[in-house]
């Protein structure tokens, strides 16, 4: 299993970023699968997530009507538009099939219950004012 994140990169404030995450080993609507952020000295938070089967999206908070994640079932690619960026968005993304859940009650913890434990390398997303 792999999971290949890309498309970080600098930006001002205001613009936009699209994240790419390859996967191989296992089709990508079997699985819930998000993105996570990692800002320095603090905790890893979920930004957005997709279920499995339907893909139906949840946000974060912090992600909602600005980020929008979806899937490319053909490409096996999960994505995450972000427009409209500030700076406390600056963080390290990463892809994740880590979820204790994703659906109707929101996004979940990490922390997987069915093995389904892996992480892409990140991708770093610098927002300048």
């Known amino acids: 299993v792999q999971l290949q994140a890309s498309g970080g990169g600098l930006v001002q404030v205001g613009g936009s970023l699209r994240l790419s995450c390859a996967v191989s080993g296992f089709a990508l609507d079997l699985y819930a699968i998000g993105w996570f952020r990692q800002a320095p000295g603090k905790e890893r938070e979920g930004v957005a997530c997709i279920s499995s089967g339907d893909g139906s999206p949840v946000y974060a908070d912090s992600a909602r009507g600005r980020f929008t994640i979806s899937r490319d079932n053909a490409k096996n690619t999960l994505y995450l538009q972000m427009n409209n960026l500030k700076p406390g968005d600056t963080a390290v993304y990463y892809c994740?099939?880590?979820?204790?859940?994703?659906?109707?009650?929101?996004?979940?913890?990490?922390?997987?219950?069915?093995?389904?434990?892996?992480w892409g390398k990140g991708t770093q997303v610098t927002v300048s004012s």
């Open positions: 994740s099939t880590d979820l204790l859940y994703c659906g109707e009650n929101g996004m979940g913890p990490i922390g997987s219950l069915n093995g389904m434990d892996y």
